[in-house]
């Protein structure tokens, strides 16, 4: 099925409002099924559909939103 | 260049962090120097980017931000 699990590290986050930016923003995005962001264990599992977009192309955007994101493998 | 002053919701400093590391990102390519002020929601940038340049960066972080205008050094 059209359908992957993936977790990325992600740094820099210090609060809850961090935590929910990034699940409202990354959430929206074409091709993201859901987003499940770990304010403890710096970490963001993500499933999303492989077709539509890459598990590094979802760290980049992490990225690009400030915060340090690299796919965990 | 001149200073850019931008209106950015910032509730904690893992923001400020992630809009300095995202304009951070342009050091060299436009932009000199980010100086944020998180009381008062600001952010300032010295750049000879253009404000709409600017703008966009920023808007990647997911928060909502907005153009107030040129700083009177």
Same mark, same amino acid.
């Given at each position: ?73 | ?23 951070? %990102?342009?050091?060299? #390519? ?10 008062? #929601? ?10 709409? #340049? ?8 997911? %928060? ?6 040129? %700083?009177?050094?």
């Amino acid at each position: 099925s059209d359908q992957a699990t993936g977790t990325l590290k992600v740094k820099g986050m210090t609060c809850m409002s961090c935590v929910h930016n990034i699940e409202d923003h990354i959430g929206t995005v074409k091709g993201i099924i859901s987003i499940k962001v770990s304010l403890q264990e710096n970490s963001a599992t993500v499933q999303y559909q492989p077709s539509l977009i890459s598990l590094q192309q979802i760290a980049e955007m992490i990225d690009n939103m400030g915060f340090e994101c690299e796919v965990q493998d | 260049h001149c200073v850019y002053e931008f209106q950015v919701e910032m509730t904690c400093e893992g923001c400020s962090n992630a809009v300095k590391r995202v304009l951070g %990102k342009l050091e060299g #390519q436009g932009v000199n120097t980010v100086s944020i002020d998180l009381e008062k #929601q600001r952010v300032y940038v010295n750049s000879s980017l253009s404000s709409a #340049q600017l703008l966009e960066t920023i808007k990647k972080t997911g %928060k909502s931000c907005s153009y107030i205008g040129v %700083k009177s050094s």
